[in-house]
């Protein structure tokens, strides 16, 4: 017999153990999943939140020209009507403007008023729509749009269902003088308390 030494001596492991084996393994998918696949902190939450990006304005936008279609008392509700050329700077500082003058005390010179007599102000509490297609400034869709995505449907039939009819709002000013912390919010598109939001959505205040 030769005194060469085996390659495999009796009682000894030939090759690499498998623990190691196992936790390459492992290792390498964790890796592929870290690197490749995208990670679920960086994914919006369907219908929760608008797009981050900040809303681009031109400050010499000329001041939108608008006229009040729809008052919906029991909504404390107002739809108004722009041009359909009116570009999103515009909108946005006609938003803007309403809350200017809702701040100075004179938002009731250009709106009517959504709460007559009560204590906090004529507009203490207020949904104000801007649309450009008069056909979806009706009383039937500002109701839809004030009760929000998840009304029961039969419980209030709609001629125009809510996710068509939020696509076509410009512009939403919501007035709630009883939230001290947040009374004014506006936005381009729209959003309902929810958090569901049309696609152009932005909020601008």
């Known amino acids: 017999m030769s005194d060469e030494s085996h390659p495999y001596e009796e009682g000894k492991r030939a090759g690499v153990h498998p623990l190691i084996v196992i936790f390459g393994i492992l290792f390498g998918l964790w890796l592929f999943v870290a690197l490749i696949v995208p990670s679920s902190k960086n994914k919006q939450a369907a219908g929760t939140e608008g797009p981050a990006g900040p809303v681009i304005e031109d400050p010499e936008a000329a001041p939108v020209l608008f006229k009040v279609h729809t008052t919906v008392p029991d909504m404390n509700a107002i739809s108004l009507t722009v041009p359909p050329e009116a570009t999103d700077s515009q909108v946005a500082g006609l938003l803007k403007r309403f809350k200017k ?4 005390g004179t938002l009731t010179e250009l709106l009517p008023a959504t709460t007559a007599g009560h204590t906090l102000g004529d ?3 207020a949904d104000i729509y801007i649309v450009s297609d008069a056909q979806y400034a009706q009383a039937d869709v500002i109701r839809t749009l004030t009760r929000g995505a998840h ?12 996710e068509v ?3 076509q709002i ?3 000013y919501r007035i709630d003088l ?6 004014d ?3 381009l598109g729209f959003a309902d308390e929810s958090g569901v939001h049309s696609k152009q959505y932005r909020k601008i205040f």
């Open 178 to 183: 009883n939230n001290t912390s947040n009374p």
């Open 101 to 104: 003058d809702r701040l100075a």
């Open 165 to 167: 009819a939020m696509e």
């Open 123 to 125: 507009h203490a509490v």
């Open 170 to 172: 410009r512009g939403h």
């Open 151 to 162: 009304a029961p449907g039969d419980l209030y039939p709609q001629a125009v269902p809510f």
């Open 185 to 187: 919010s506006a936005s």
